[in-house]
């Protein structure tokens, strides 16, 4: 198979995996009782949308709680200086 210089190589790879990816999900289609190859090449691209949808909605609310957890360590900081705050006289006590 001739590769395009449309892509880098690393792309290149990448898209021979997914390639290869949807030929074994449309030959497990296949078996399992879709009778139109572009059918079960259509479900397979299907589960594998579905699959990086998930995966990206797991990445998201990660990221989400790291913004969370350093939003509450930043607050704690700022509690504590105006606590302890020598330009505020006795403090917030």
């Not at 880098?8 to 074994?24: C, F, G, K, Y």
């Not at 009778?35 to 479900?43: H, L, N, T, V």
């Not at 709680?65 to 509450?72: E, R, S, W």
């Amino acid at each position: 198979m001739q590769t395009s210089r449309l892509y880098p190589t690393s792309l290149e790879a990448l898209i021979d995996v997914a390639r290869m990816w949807v030929a074994r999900l449309a030959a497990y289609f296949l078996r399992s009782g879709v009778a139109d190859p572009a059918q079960s090449q259509r479900a397979a691209l299907a589960t594998i949308g579905r699959l990086a949808r998930d995966e990206a909605s797991i990445i998201a609310q990660g990221d989400s709680l790291a913004l969370i957890g350093a939003a509450l360590v930043l607050m704690l900081g700022v509690a504590l200086y105006l606590v302890h705050a020598p330009h505020l006289g006795a403090g917030i006590r």
